[in-house]
């Protein structure tokens, strides 16, 4: 007996159609897992000429590399799947992408129409799942609906506050082929708007009588490309400027009026900057970056919002005046209009020179394990201006938010919406395809490399030149920080690693251990000269944390 060829994608398929929209709205590259459901999208992507499918070895990886490309680029990141499982395990990253206002488009698979409507295999309401972790989930209903719902998908993700966004692509409709013939629509970008007259005069009204005023970026100004306006504004004005995690380097940290970034779990020095302050400028920042309880506790500060949209209700964060439009706008006008200068920069110098204090310590720190303030100056050393960094969330992210020094944006990355762990080794992957100039470096902790070290396969494959550098304690790290500083004792944290160096080899990664503290910056620099992909595994002493926080406690006031 012979087996019926199996039909195969046509161009004239809904599945090449969903390409041709994917190629209209300028995306390069998908990240994804095939499957089943949606093998004829996969099909029809190994036809184009101008979008890369980048195959992972799992789909939550797929979603930080989209995350991280869309933060990069600020264009969406795209991540795809097949159904049930394969679409949960984009959930997270799709999550992480929502809350750190980055634009992703995620699209998975689904059960044909006929049988999404009853008990089936594989079939959960995605687009239910979805919902509390996107602005838009969505389900493809009928075939002449894909050009209208991909334009809306990416519209939306890359709207004012840019956020995740998902489409279901029931196997049926991939499959469809339409009566007559469909095209992706055409693309009309919003474009910056110029803040309000009326609020401009009030605004400026309330900094023409501030005492010190602070400004602090978030990521919403690294996101609108208003570091060059930052600089005019604190120049002219002579105001000192602070930068939430998000917001690192959109004001470069070498700069006299630069505050650092603020939102470490105790009253750090750049806090000394807000306690002082009586009016804040908040250039892009969002309340989920960190509780604005951090930096204006009595809530008796008055503040001016400047951002595409307003502000979120927050009894520690009373807007005076909302100057809704482009921040990059919004500063130079308000510049503008205020005729007279301020002395409150004159105050960043020494709480610069507390840090500069504290980092230049650590470079002198030969102690092995490692000091986690040698690490931060090593990898500082060890990259350009413009070489980007991914923190993943663990101890290391705290002590690279607090010290790392950065001088342009997107070029030292945290997760500081959602906080996940394990976004930073296929994060890298994102941030070299999105910036392939530059040289990509992942630090991460041993228990979020574990997370996710299988995408050193897909880098390896696919020629990604990266460093990963794994700081190693055997145990969640942040969590014993935050166990014995609230509780006086740690339990359920330690844990085994496998030999870090044969792992990455056994992928075709160099490998590499650091046997004493002075072998860190050159293990550094000849990884970030390989055109390849390279592990290095480097313990640290965490003692230090403790230290920090009972520092930070009894630290006085540096003016």
């Known amino acids: 007996m012979t087996t019926a060829p199996k039909p195969q994608s046509r161009p004239d398929d809904i599945a090449h159609l969903l390409v041709r929209c994917l190629e209209a709205e300028g995306v390069t590259h998908v990240f994804g897992v095939p499957g089943e459901e949606n093998i004829r999208f996969v099909d029809a992507l190994n036809a184009s000429d101008s979008v890369r499918y980048v195959l992972v070895r799992h789909e939550q990886g797929a979603s930080f590399m989209a995350e991280i490309y869309g933060r990069i680029t600020g264009r969406a990141g795209v991540c795809s799947a097949t159904l049930g499982p394969g679409a949960i395990n984009l959930l997270l990253g799709t999550a992480d992408a929502q809350t750190n206002s980055t634009p992703l488009v995620a699209i998975a698979a689904q059960g044909g129409l006929d049988r999404v409507h009853k008990e089936s295999h594989q079939v959960i309401d995605l687009t239910a799942m979805f919902a509390p972790v996107t602005q838009w989930s969505r389900q493809v209903m009928s075939p002449g609906a894909v050009p209208e719902m991909v334009r809306q998908a990416f519209k939306t993700a890359e709207s004012e506050r840019p956020g995740a ?27 910056p708007e110029a803040p309000s007259p009326a609020q401009l005069v009030r605004a400026a009204e309330v900094l023409a009588a501030a005492e010190r005023p602070v400004v ?58 807000f306690d002082r302050a009586d009016v804040l400028i908040c250039v892009g920042y969002e309340l989920q970056e960190f509780d604005p309880v951090k930096i204006n506790p009595r809530g008796d500060k008055q503040i001016l919002h400047l951002h595409h949209f307003p502000a979120e209700v927050d009894s520690h964060y009373p807007v005076a005046v909302g100057l809704t439009g482009d921040p990059a706008q ?35 720190d030969d102690s092995f394990p490692l000091a986690p303030e040698r690490v931060v100056a090593d990898v500082r050393e060890a990259l350009g201006r413009e070489d980007i960094v991914l923190a993943d969330t663990g101890a290391g992210k705290m ?46 902790g041993d228990g979020a490399f574990l997370m996710n070290s299988q995408e050193l396969e897909t880098a390896v494959r696919e020629h990604i030149p990266m460093t990963v550098l794994v700081l190693v304690d055997d145990e969640y790290g942040l969590i014993t920080w935050k166990m014995e500083l609230e509780l006086g004792r740690h339990a359920h944290t330690r844990f085994g690693n496998p030999d870090l160096v044969a792992y990455a080899e056994s992928f075709g990664a160099r490998g590499h251990a650091v046997k004493s503290a002075d072998e860190l910056l050159p293990t550094l620099r000849s990884a970030l000269d390989h055109d390849g992909v390279d592990v290095i595994a480097c313990p640290v002493d965490y003692a230090a944390n403790l230290r920090l926080t009972e520092r930070l406690g009894s630290v006085q006031e540096p003016f």
């Open 216 to 273: 602090l970026a978030g990521h919403g100004a690294a996101r609108s490309d208003s570091a060059a306006a930052l600089l005019r504004f604190a120049e002219k004005l002579n105001v000192p400027v602070a930068t939430t995690f998000h917001g690192k380097g959109v004001f470069p940290d070498d700069h006299p009026n630069a505050l650092g970034a603020v939102g470490f779990m105790r009253h750090d020095y750049t806090n000394f900057g």
């Open 330 to 364: 919004s500063l130079d006008a308000l510049a503008a209009s205020v005729d007279r200068t301020f002395s409150g920069a004159d105050g960043a110098c020494p709480i610069r020179e507390l840090l500069a204090e504290e980092l230049a310590g650590g470079r002198r």
């Open 399 to 444: 002590w690279m938010a607090r010290l790392y020094p950065t001088y342009e944006p997107n070029t030292c990355l945290l997760s500081n919406g959602l906080s996940t762990m394990g976004f930073a080794v296929p994060g890298a992957i994102g941030a070299h395809l999105a910036r392939p100039g530059r040289r990509v470096l992942a630090m991460t």
């Open 165 to 191: 966004v998902f489409l279901a692509v029931p196997e049926d409709i991939e499959a469809a082929v339409p009566a007559t013939p469909l095209a992706p629509l055409p693309i009309n970008r919003a474009r």
